[in-house]
């Protein structure tokens, strides 16, 4: 079973920036899509963004289009979110997803607080 753990999380103030990262527990890393999503206080877990096993293909969410930027790293099987630009409105924990045809996996998740 492929394990993920999610760091990088924190404080920061509005505008401020933070790299996320998800490390995952072996090489089949390489064949799962990866995804980020987040769960702020009170709401539903929202989609963020996501990256095909070779890192060809990402998708994001319209609310942080051109803010935050998906990436990946086979090699050390690591994802990473950048984000920039931060808003209050990105408060959350952030969770790491490994899709694989029926299969998910998730990570415990790490908190991003933005300050206003």
């Known amino acids: 079973q492929l394990q993920l753990v999610e760091s990088g999380g924190g404080l920061v103030p509005a505008g401020g920036s933070l790299r996320l990262s998800c490390a995952a527990s072996d090489r089949t890393f390489s064949s799962y899509t990866m995804g980020w999503l987040r769960q702020a206080p009170g709401k539903e877990r929202e989609f963020v963004a996501s990256i095909s096993w070779s890192g060809g293909s990402s998708s994001y969410a319209d609310s942080v289009k051109g803010r935050f930027t998906i990436s990946r790293d086979n090699a050390k099987n690591t994802m990473y979110l950048q984000m920039n630009s931060l808003k209050p409105e990105d408060t959350a924990v952030y969770f790491c997803?490994?899709?694989?045809?029926?299969?998910?996996?998730w990570g415990q998740g790490t908190q991003v607080t933005v300050s206003s």
């Open positions: 997803r490994a899709t694989l045809g029926p299969r998910n996996y």
